[in-house]
C-alpha cells in the first residue's frame, strides 16, 4: 500500500520515503488545512484557497510546498506581485519546483521580461521529471512531453521578439519532431520562416497546418498568414484567393480585408472592387461593409506610400506590451468613442493618438493636438474653445479654437491631468453635448469631433485628492490605451535602434549603420527613465559625436554603463576596458549595487531592475561574494 502521493510529481511514494524516488522532491505529508486549501483551489475557489495556504505558510516559513501553494493561489487572482514573492521563497527552499520555475516564466513574459522568462522556461526544461498523470498543480500537462512541448513554445515566441528568428524556429521545429500536428508550433514555425524569407518553406508549414486544423477561427487566421506569404513572394493572384477564401467565411476578418485591400493598392488592381461586390453579395450580407473597409486599406496604403504617418512607420515595436497596443488601435479606430492614453513621459502617447486617428473613418479630416500643462487657465480655455473680438485685453478679433479647428476630425488633449477645475467644468459639456460657447461669446457653437486626452498622470489618485473631476474621468475613460515604458519592451530595443539609425541615414545625418551586441545588452540593461525618447535623443547623440559604423560599448553614455571601476571618484574621466566590457560593467554594477543596499538581495534586485532568481543567476555566474 501506498498512502502517499508526491505533490511535485503525482508518484506514489511508501511512509519511508525522505525524497521522491522520481523528481527528488522531499516529501511532506498534507495537514487538515492544506488539504481544504487544495481542494478549494480545484474547485476555483481561489480566495479561499489563498486564505488556507496563507495559514498554512504562516505556521510553516520553510516549508517549500506552502509558499508555493501561496504562489499558486494568488497567480490564479493574477495577482502577480504576492506570487512572485512566494515563488521565489519557495524557490530558495527547494530549487526543482516545474510550476513555480513555469508560472514565474509566464509572469515575466506577461510583464514583457524578456530575458527573465527565458531563464525560467530554461530552467524548468532543465529538471523535467517524468509526471504521473493529476500531478498536482501542472494544470494540463500531465506528461513530460506536453510541458516541454509548452516550454520551448514560449521560448520561440522569446526569441521572436529578441529578433533571433533562427533560434526561435530551432525551438518551434523541436516541439513539431515529437508532435507533427502541433498546431501552434506549425503556425508560429510559419511565421518564423516568412520573416527570414524563406517562402517556400514557410508556403508548405501553412498548408500542412490547414490540413489537420477543424473549421474555425484559427484555420482562417493560419489561411490569412498563407496569403501574406504568397504576397511577399509576390504570388499576387493566390494571395488573393486565399483573402478571399477567409472572407467568404468570415466577412469581418480584419487582416484579410487590410491584407486584400493592399495587395489590389500596390498592384493597381482598383477595377476588380466592382468584381468583388459582385462576388461576395452573392455569399455574404456583409458585402457593402467589406468593400468600404477595402476602400479604407486602399487609402491606408496610399498614405503610407506618400509619407503620411501611419501606425507601421510611427510605432515600433513588436513585444507582447507593443503587440496589445496595436490591437487596441485597430478596435479604436473602427469607433468613434473617446480615447484615454496613460503612461509615462516619452512612451509615445501622441504616436498613438495619430495612430487612432489615421486609421479611423476621420482620417480625411484634422488631426488637432494641445499641449494642456504648457498654457495658462485662460491662455488654454481661448486655445480650446476660441474667443470673440474684445473679450479681454488683447482680444482684437475673433479667434476660433482648437475644438472648432477640429471639427470633422480628432483633437487630442495632451496631459489633459494638468488642467483647471474650471476648464474640467466646460470639457465636460463638450464631451457631453458636442457644443460650447467661445470665451466671452453667447451662441453656441456645435462640432463632430473625436477626443484622444493623455496624461502621465494617475487620474483616479487625483480624484480623491479633489484635482479631478469623477464625472470627467469617466466620460474619457471609454477605451484605455497603456503605454508600456520602455523598460518592459526588451524585445523592441533592436528594432528602435535600428528605425532610429536608419531614419538618420535617410537624412545623410550619419555612417552608422548598426549595433553591437554588447552595446545592445548594456541598453537593455538600462532602466530608460525618458523612455522612448530618451533613447532617440541617445542615438542622436552618439551619430552625432562619433565617427563610426557601429555603436559599441565605448560610445554610450557613462550613467548607462554603470561601470565605474573601484576607487573611482565623481568627476573623473571613466576608462572602459578594451575587452569584456559587458561583463565588467555588469559585475562592478551588482556589486556596487549591492553594497549600497547592504547585500539585501530583494532591494537590490528591485534597483537594478531584475528579478532576485536572476540576481542569484548572475551573483554566481561573477563569482561575487554576498554576506
Not at 8 to 26: I, K, Q, T, Y
Not at 78 to 96: R, S, T, V, W
Not at 505 to 510: L, N, R, V, W, Y
Request: some cysteine.
Amino acid at each position: 500500500m501506498a498512502p502517499f502521493i508526491c505533490r511535485e510529481c503525482g508518484n506514489s511514494l511508501d511512509s519511508e520515503h525522505r525524497f521522491c524516488p522520481v523528481c527528488g522532491a522531499a516529501h511532506e505529508p498534507l495537514d487538515k488545512e492544506t488539504e481544504e486549501g487544495m481542494g478549494a483551489f480545484e474547485e476555483g475557489e481561489y480566495e479561499k484557497a489563498l486564505k488556507l495556504f496563507k495559514s498554512v505558510a504562516k505556521k510553516n516559513p520553510f516549508s517549500a510546498f506552502a509558499l508555493r501553494d501561496v504562489g499558486h493561489a494568488a497567480f490564479h487572482l493574477k495577482d502577480f506581485g504576492p506570487a512572485m514573492e512566494f515563488y521565489e521563497k519557495a524557490l530558495k527552499i527547494q530549487p526543482n519546483q516545474l510550476d513555480s520555475h513555469f508560472n514565474l516564466g509566464l509572469i515575466h513574459m506577461n510583464r514583457g521580461h524578456v530575458s527573465d522568462a527565458m531563464f525560467a522556461f530554461m530552467e524548468t526544461l532543465h529538471m523535467i521529471h517524468p509526471l504521473a498523470p493529476g500531478s498536482y498543480y501542472l494544470g494540463l500537462f500531465h506528461t513530460a512531453e506536453s510541458l516541454t512541448a509548452q516550454c520551448r513554445l514560449n521560448l520561440g515566441t522569446l526569441f521572436k521578439e529578441r529578433g533571433e528568428l533562427e533560434k526561435a524556429l530551432e525551438q518551434y521545429q523541436l516541439v513539431i519532431d515529437v508532435n507533427p500536428k502541433n498546431i501552434l508550433a506549425l503556425g508560429s514555425l510559419g511565421d518564423c520562416l516568412m520573416a527570414l524569407e524563406r517562402f517556400d518553406d514557410a508556403i508548405k508549414i501553412y498548408k500542412k497546418a490547414l490540413k489537420v486544423l477543424p473549421e474555425g477561427e484559427e484555420r482562417l487566421n493560419i489561411q490569412n498568414d498563407l496569403g501574406v506569404c504568397y504576397f511577399k513572394k509576390n504570388e499576387m493572384e493566390k494571395a488573393v484567393e486565399e483573402f478571399k477564401g477567409v472572407l467568404k467565411k468570415n466577412p469581418d476578418h480584419v487582416n484579410a480585408i487590410y491584407n486584400l485591400g493592399q495587395v489590389y493598392y500596390h498592384e493597381g488592381l482598383t477595377d476588380h472592387m466592382k468584381q468583388d461586390y459582385e462576388e461576395f453579395v452573392k455569399s455574404s450580407k456583409n458585402a457593402a461593409s467589406i468593400l468600404f473597409s477595402l476602400s479604407k486599406s486602399m487609402v491606408s496604403a496610399a498614405s503610407a506610400k506618400k509619407g503620411i504617418p501611419t501606425e507601421e512607420t510611427t510605432l515600433i515595436g513588436d513585444s507582447p506590451a507593443m503587440n496589445r497596443i496595436h490591437d487596441l488601435i485597430k478596435r479604436a479606430s473602427a469607433s468613434d468613442a473617446t480615447v484615454l492614453v496613460l503612461g509615462e513621459n516619452g512612451t509615445g502617447k501622441e504616436l498613438v493618438a495619430r495612430a487612432i486617428h489615421q486609421q479611423s473613418a476621420r482620417h480625411d479630416g484634422p488631426f488637432v493636438p494641445i499641449a494642456c500643462s504648457a498654457l495658462s487657465e485662460s491662455l488654454l480655455e481661448s486655445e480650446l474653445f476660441g474667443h470673440e473680438k474684445g473679450s479681454f485685453t488683447g482680444a482684437i478679433g475673433q479667434k476660433i479654437g482648437k475644438f472648432e479647428a477640429a471639427n470633422q476630425g480628432s483633437v487630442f488633449l495632451d496631459e489633459i491631468g494638468e488642467i483647471s477645475l474650471s476648464t474640467q467644468v466646460k470639457l465636460l459639456r463638450v464631451l457631453q453635448e458636442r457644443e460650447f460657447e467661445r470665451v466671452g461669446g453667447t451662441e453656441n457653437v456645435k462640432i463632430d469631433v473625436r477626443v484622444i486626452a493623455a496624461t502621465n498622470r494617475d487620474l483616479k489618485q487625483a480624484i480623491q485628492q479633489g484635482k479631478f473631476r469623477e464625472d470627467l474621468f469617466y466620460r474619457l475613460n471609454v477605451i484605455v490605451v497603456e503605454m508600456p515604458p520602455l523598460r518592459e519592451r526588451e524585445g523592441d530595443m533592436a528594432l528602435l535602434v535600428k528605425y532610429f539609425l536608419d531614419r538618420m541615414k535617410a537624412k545623410k545625418s550619419t555612417r552608422f549603420e548598426g549595433i553591437s551586441e554588447p552595446a545592445l545588452q548594456i541598453m537593455r540593461q538600462y532602466r530608460w527613465p525618458g523612455n522612448v525618447r530618451e533613447l532617440e535623443n541617445v542615438i542622436e547623440r552618439i551619430v552625432t559625436l562619433n565617427d563610426d559604423i557601429v555603436i559599441k560599448p565605448e560610445h554610450l553614455p557613462v550613467e548607462m554603463t554603470g561601470n565605474h571601476p573601484a576607487g573611482y571618484a565623481s568627476g573623473s574621466p571613466l576608462v572602459l576596458p578594451k575587452a569584456g566590457v559587458l561583463k565588467s560593467g555588469e559585475k562592478d554594477l551588482i556589486l556596487r549595487v549591492l553594497q549600497e543596499s547592504h547585500f539585501n538581495k530583494k532591494q537590490a534586485a528591485s534597483r537594478l531592475g531584475i528579478s532576485r532568481p536572476t540576481l542569484y543567476q548572475k551573483i554566481r555566474k561573477y563569482g561575487i561574494g554576498v554576506k
